[in-house]
């Protein structure tokens, strides 16, 4: 006697894609690690970019946490806050993208570090391309940041550092929007910085921030200043008349007069 089954096969499946879905996340931080918190501030050093990171993650069940690297860059300093690490960080392929792997003595535990990258030709200036009238010398700098790591990050932040002697012309990248926050524009230990958030950034996902710079003329503050006194001086002289006639009638006016 044969048994009808209860569900077919189309419907089991329709019911399990769901949880897939929905348990995907879990199974990848457990093989991978997860990325609770990645932070970045960029700063320039000439047409180069200093990336200094803060990064809190979890590892897997070998210790192992997988952090984005920089498809420019290279890893210049690192420091462990939290966490034994077992040797050193190691730049490797996976999944089709490079990533630097960290070993540590415990699994499935908490590690908090600290990484300095120095990455080419992040602040290499280009003529901004702008449909309306505009001063003289707008250039925008453009920067990508690719999480190269096979985890999500949870919580991605970069500060992009505008450089010192260029004035902040707009954010074009993100777009600002009426709806939510897109940036951030704020100073930080003396310089002017642009703040892009994101939330559940996950592996080859990309965050762009792209900004107009406009760089014055060295010397317009003297150039404004010599005008100034230019015309000054040209007003006097314009009423010497006025004032030497003035000076005689003061000085040939009667003592009572004066008094």
Do not use: C
């Amino acid at each position: 006697m044969m048994f009808k089954p209860l569900f077919s096969s189309r419907a089991v499946l329709t019911l399990l894609f769901p949880l897939a879905i929905v348990l995907s996340p879990t199974l990848a931080a457990k093989e991978f690690g997860d990325i609770q918190q990645y932070h970045e501030n960029i700063q320039p050093s000439g047409s180069e970019g200093i990336i200094n990171t803060s990064v809190t993650a979890t590892t897997n069940a070998e210790g192992v946490v997988y952090l984005p690297a920089y498809e420019k860059g290279e890893l210049a300093n690192y420091e462990v806050l939290s966490g034994t690490l077992i040797g050193m960080p190691e730049r490797i392929d996976i999944h089709g993208r490079e990533a630097y792997r960290y070993r540590f003595a415990s699994s499935d535990s908490l590690v908090t570090l600290q990484q300095t990258f120095q990455v080419k030709k992040l602040y290499k200036e280009k003529k901004a391309k702008l449909k309306y009238s505009h001063p003289a010398g707008v250039t925008r700098v453009s920067y990508t940041f690719t999480n190269t790591s096979p985890s999500t990050i949870d919580d991605f932040s970069t500060q992009l550092s505008v450089p010192k002697g260029t004035e902040l012309y707009g954010v074009v990248t993100p777009e600002w929007s009426k709806k939510k926050k897109t940036f951030t524009i704020s100073k930080l230990d003396d310089w002017k910085v642009v703040t892009v958030n994101r939330s559940a950034l996950t592996a080859g996902q990309d965050v762009e921030t792209k900004v107009r710079l406009y760089r014055p003329a060295p010397n317009i503050k003297w150039v404004l200043w010599t005008f100034v006194i230019l015309i000054s001086g040209a007003l006097l002289w314009k009423r010497r008349d006025v004032l030497v006639d003035e000076k005689e009638a003061v000085e040939s006016a009667p003592i009572e007069e004066q008094k």
